[in-house]
Structures are given as structure tokens and as C-alpha cells.
């Protein structure tokens, strides 16, 4: 009898340290997880932009990425670039580079795939796409049109909860809006699949991982915090991109 009563209580105390994570199923980045910018038809800046990670362009060769004054590794498999704390990948350069670029394009188009495809539980159309002062607690938020963050939107939760946030359509940052992240959430537990083009405004600052299936584009002196995978181009304008 000793034996059961110490094993319940050992087991309540136990019960009492576990943590359980809120919202749907991460999506597995693969190797795309890489890059803090990955696209496929090119990278271009205005400088000088800060970028802290590493990018790269599939199937596209180096020619894409422009604004960077970029230099070749001696290696021939990476440059650098003054505005990228960390290495610049192209298609075009030395094995092993293209196929590493290969098998991270197609990680990413599976992860928006994944993303795109996810439909349990959602919570449908918020604010009929129109954000303005909004907190969203962790789950799956789809949208049929575009979403426009009006005023600064706050995702709510703890750093082991997750957010995906489907859109068909664009979308669209205001000038000096912010995505903020409260009460411990992570930039990288925050999924954007966006169908439409991406538009962070001006002096803002945007947070999570876009899967993007056309353009993105941070304007003047915009921040992102997280990763920007683009299956067409990025823009950025002075911009701040870190993961």
C-alpha cells in the first residue's frame, strides 16, 4: 500500500512539471531551415540592409542577387557580402552548393504545401482580414482574401506554442506596425503561409516565418525576425532580417 501511495504521489508531482504546447503542429522546415532568406527567382537590396544568416537563391544563378557587391569564396561554393553576417549561396557555384540549394527549395515548397494544406480546428477570417489592435492566442487562423495589419497585431502565448496563419491571399504591414510576440512566444514556432504577395511596411517590424509563395518585400528600415522562404523574390529596402 506504501508502494501505490508514493507512486501517485511521485506521479502528481510529475503530472504538475509537464508543459503542454498550444496550437497546431509545427511545420517541419527541412533543410530550408537553413537560410534565413531562401527564394528562387532572386535577392535584391537597397543598401545598406543587415541580414544575420544565410542566404540563398534556386534555381537562379548569383546574377539574382543584386545590391549585395557580393565575393566569391575562393572555394567558389559561397560569397560574402558586407550587409550578411553569414554565407550567400547561388545555384551557380561549386558542388556541393546546387543541390544543396536543390533540396532546400524543395523543402520549402512541401513545407508551404504542409501549411497550405492544414484545415483542423481553424479559426476562420478574423477581423474579415482587416487587423487592428488584434492578440491571437496560439492555434490556425485561415483567411479566403488578403490580410491587412492595420495597427500592430500581438500573438499571445508561451515559447513552446505554435501559430499558423494561412492567408489565399496578400499581405500587407502598415507603415510603423509591429507583429509582437508576448508572453515568451517564438519567432519560429510563427508560420505565415501566404499565398498573395507580402508587403511589410516601413520602420516596421514583422515576426515568424513566412512561406511565401510569391513576392516579399520589406520597405525602408522594416525588421523581420524570423526567416523568409519565397518561391519568387525578395526585396528588401534597408531592411533588418534576423532569425
Given at each position: 500500500m506504501f508502494a501505490?501511495?508514493?507512486f501517485?504521489a511521485l506521479s502528481?508531482i510529475a503530472?504538475?512539471n509537464?508543459?503542454f504546447a498550444?496550437g497546431?503542429p509545427?511545420?517541419?522546415l527541412?533543410?530550408?531551415?537553413?537560410f534565413?532568406?531562401?527564394?528562387?527567382?532572386?535577392?535584391?537590396?537597397?543598401p545598406?540592409?543587415v541580414?544575420?544568416?544565410n542566404?540563398?537563391?534556386?534555381?537562379?544563378a548569383?546574377v539574382?542577387?543584386?545590391?549585395?557587391s557580393?565575393?566569391l569564396?575562393p572555394?567558389?561554393?559561397?560569397?560574402?557580402?558586407?550587409?550578411v553576417?553569414?554565407?550567400?549561396?547561388?545555384?551557380d557555384y561549386?558542388?556541393?552548393?546546387?543541390s544543396t540549394?536543390?533540396?532546400?527549395?524543395?523543402?520549402?515548397?512541401?513545407?508551404?504545401?504542409d501549411?497550405?494544406?492544414?484545415t483542423t480546428s481553424a479559426?476562420?477570417n478574423?477581423?474579415s482580414?482587416?487587423?487592428?489592435?488584434?492578440?491571437?492566442?496560439?492555434g490556425l487562423?485561415?483567411?479566403?482574401?488578403s490580410?491587412?495589419?492595420?495597427t500592430s497585431?500581438?500573438?499571445?502565448?508561451t515559447a513552446?506554442?505554435?501559430?499558423i496563419?494561412?492567408?489565399?491571399g496578400g499581405?500587407n504591414?502598415?507603415?510603423a506596425?509591429?507583429i509582437?510576440?508576448?508572453g515568451?512566444?517564438?519567432?519560429?514556432n510563427v508560420?505565415?503561409?501566404?499565398t498573395?504577395?507580402?508587403n511589410?511596411?516601413g520602420s516596421s517590424?514583422?515576426?515568424?516565418?513566412?512561406?511565401?509563395?510569391t513576392?516579399?518585400t520589406?520597405?525602408?528600415q522594416?525588421?523581420?525576425n524570423g526567416r523568409?522562404?519565397s518561391?519568387?523574390s525578395?526585396?528588401?529596402?534597408?531592411?533588418?532580417?534576423h532569425?
Open positions: 501505490i501511495k508514493t501517485l502528481s503530472a504538475t509537464v508543459v498550444l497546431p509545427a511545420i517541419d527541412g533543410t530550408s531551415g537553413n534565413v532568406i531562401l527564394a528562387k527567382s532572386g535577392i535584391t537590396t537597397v545598406a540592409s541580414i544575420t544568416g542566404i540563398g537563391v534556386s534555381p537562379v548569383a539574382a542577387i543584386t545590391g549585395f557580393l565575393i569564396d572555394s567558389g561554393t559561397f560569397a560574402t557580402s558586407t550587409q553576417v553569414g554565407s550567400v549561396f547561388a545555384a561549386t558542388s556541393p552548393t546546387p540549394l536543390t533540396t532546400a527549395v524543395l523543402a520549402m515548397q512541401a513545407a508551404f504545401t501549411g497550405n494544406s492544414r479559426i476562420i478574423v477581423g482580414g482587416n487587423l487592428t489592435g488584434v492578440t491571437l492566442t496560439p487562423y485561415t483567411w479566403a482574401g490580410v491587412n495589419v492595420v497585431l500581438t500573438l499571445s502565448g513552446t506554442d505554435t501559430w496563419l494561412k492567408i489565399a499581405l504591414v502598415a507603415s506596425q509591429n509582437i510576440l508576448s515568451g512566444a517564438l519567432a519560429k508560420f505565415w503561409v501566404v498573395g504577395a507580402v511589410v511596411g517590424s514583422f515576426s515568424g516565418v513566412l512561406l511565401a509563395a513576392s516579399v520589406l520597405v525602408t522594416s525588421t523581420l523568409i522562404l518561391q519568387t525578395v526585396a528588401l529596402q534597408k531592411a533588418t532580417v532569425a
